[in-house]
């Protein structure tokens, strides 16, 4: 019975010493066993020879130089609306292609509390004080910021400004929000 015992203890103590090694390995190879800059140089390596980022399906290419115009400067330039069409086409997510995809047109620009560029839209108009209007209300709050980050991608950003999304009517915002990155994340808020 000793003998076994024994046994029994060399092949626990075997798979903790396992254990400990797997663990080891995975820290260090999380951390690279230096400040990270050979690992970064090699996967940035290998996305260029492969053109595929590692664990991304996209192919890696530069980002796109951003528009410098105003946003007066925008709505009156002819095709700077298909421009905006085409980047969100190749670069924006999932959200903003569907959001984008029902904006018709800049309709104008005004300057109000915020600069502010608007968009017609094929969107519903929805009777705000309809009992159970609240979800569509929302809904359209929300693909409206999916549109903000969509141009907050496409424009540089001088100072803070909104995009406002008009109804297929055109006499209500179906959403506004303010242009920027986590617009989505900070519910249209420019704040």
């Known amino acids: 019975m000793g003998s076994s015992k024994s046994s029994s203890d060399s092949v626990i103590g075997c798979g903790i010493l396992m254990a400990v090694v797997l663990v080891c390995s995975m820290v260090s190879a ?3 066993g230096d400040d990270g800059k050979a690992d970064t140089a090699s996967a940035t390596e290998h996305s260029a020879a492969s053109g595929v980022a590692d664990g991304s399906p996209k192919p890696t290419r530069p980002k796109p130089k951003k528009v410098t115009l105003s946003l007066d400067e925008i709505v009156n330039t002819p095709g700077t609306f298909q421009q905006f069409q085409h980047f969100v086409a190749e670069h924006g997510t999932a959200h903003e292609k569907k959001a984008v ?22 969107y519903p108009t929805v009777d705000y004080e309809a009992d159970g209007a609240t979800d569509e209300v929302m809904a359209l709050e929300k693909e409206s910021q999916y549109v903000a980050e969509a141009f907050a991608a496409w424009w540089r950003i001088d100072e803070p400004s909104v995009i406002q999304v008009f109804d297929r009517g055109g006499r209500y915002t179906a959403g506004t929000a303010c242009i920027r990155a986590d617009s989505a994340e900070k519910e249209g808020s420019c704040l």
């Open 30 to 32: 999380c951390s690279g």
């Open 101 to 122: 995809e029902h904006l018709e047109k800049w309709r104008g620009f005004s300057r109000k509390a915020y600069p502010a560029i608007e968009v017609a839209s094929d």
